[in-house]
């Protein structure tokens, strides 16, 4: 997806993928990945999403990433926050309480960005890439990430058309084809529910590096 139709579609309010309370998986599985709660987690793509708040009210610090501005302004304006505007390499941008959010394209984001992430929490990122995208996007994950980092992701299955989307159809195999040389990967869930008036199977997948 270009930068464009996501700045088109937080123009126009299109943010049907928006969740108005904290996603039950990331409640749910989260202590799985074993955390103290003070480490620094990475949210991709983060929109404009309570999750964020959630992980921050755990006792970690969050990095979220966005291509829109308009995101992240409705995301403090929507829960009251203040925050510092800021500029970090090819990104501006806001820092508050236990939070930087970035505004910028996403495969800017360096290593140096990332040194002190602990874990990644995917919701409706690696889904809302198409194919060729998503490859870029794992590839990146896997290049920006201390070694030791894991990742939490909340994937989509529905339909039978690879090209409808977003949110795109992720099945479990291609989660193992761009992650599985990098990671080890398990299922820790799944659920059945409706996307686009589909049946649709949500998965979470716990991603912990090779040793
Ligand atoms: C489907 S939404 C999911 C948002 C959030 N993760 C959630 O669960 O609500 C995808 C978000 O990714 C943002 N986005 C798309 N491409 C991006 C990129 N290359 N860099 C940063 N953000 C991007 C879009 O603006 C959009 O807000």
Same mark, same amino acid.
């Given at each position: 997806?270009?930068?464009?139709?996501?700045?088109?579609?937080?123009?126009?309010?299109?943010?049907?993928?928006?969740?108005?309370?904290?996603?039950?998986?990331?409640?749910?599985?989260?202590?799985?990945?074993?955390?103290?709660?003070?480490?620094? !987690?990475?949210?991709?793509?983060?929109? +404009?999403?309570?999750?964020?708040?959630?992980?921050?009210?755990?006792?970690?610090?969050?990095? &979220?990433?966005?291509?829109?501005? +308009?995101?992240?302004?409705?995301?403090?304006?929507?829960?009251?926050?203040?925050?510092?505007?800021?500029?970090?390499?090819?990104?501006?941008?806001?820092?508050?309480? +236990?939070?930087?959010?970035?505004?910028?394209?996403?495969?800017?984001?360096?290593?140096?960005?990332?040194?002190?992430?602990?874990?990644?929490?995917?919701?409706?990122?690696? !889904?809302?890439?198409?194919?060729?995208?998503?490859?870029?996007?794992?590839?990146?994950?896997?290049?920006?990430?201390?070694?030791?980092?894991?990742?939490?992701? !909340?994937?989509?299955?529905?339909?039978?058309?690879?090209?409808?989307?977003?949110?795109?159809?992720?099945?479990?195999?291609?989660?193992?084809?761009?992650?599985?040389?990098?990671?080890?990967?398990? !299922?820790?869930?799944?659920?059945? &529910?409706?996307?686009?008036?589909?049946?649709?199977?949500? +998965?979470?997948?716990?991603?912990?590096?090779?040793?």
């Amino acid at each position: 997806m270009q930068a464009d139709f996501w700045h088109a579609m937080w123009q126009s309010g299109q943010v049907g993928f928006h969740q108005p309370d904290i996603n039950a998986f990331l409640k749910d599985y989260w202590p799985m990945l074993g955390l103290e709660g003070s480490e620094e !987690v990475l949210v991709p793509l983060c929109g +404009k999403t309570l999750d964020m708040l959630w992980l921050a009210q755990q006792g970690h610090d969050i990095l &979220g990433v966005e291509l829109s501005q +308009k995101a992240l302004d409705e995301f403090l304006a929507e829960n009251q926050l203040t925050a510092q505007p800021v500029a970090h390499h090819a990104f501006c941008g806001y820092e508050l309480n +236990k939070m930087t959010l970035l505004c910028g394209d996403f495969f800017d984001l360096s290593p140096e960005q990332c040194t002190h992430i602990a874990a990644v929490y995917d919701r409706a990122a690696l !889904v809302a890439l198409p194919s060729k995208m998503r490859q870029r996007y794992a590839q990146h994950l896997i290049n920006i990430l201390p070694s030791h980092a894991q990742i939490l992701l !909340v994937n989509v299955e529905y339909g039978d058309d690879p090209n409808m989307g977003p949110p795109f159809c992720v099945p479990e195999a291609e989660v193992f084809e761009l992650f599985g040389h990098a990671f080890k990967i398990e !299922v820790l869930a799944q659920s059945l &529910g409706q996307r686009k008036g589909m049946k649709a199977l949500e +998965k979470v997948f716990l991603l912990k590096r090779n040793s």
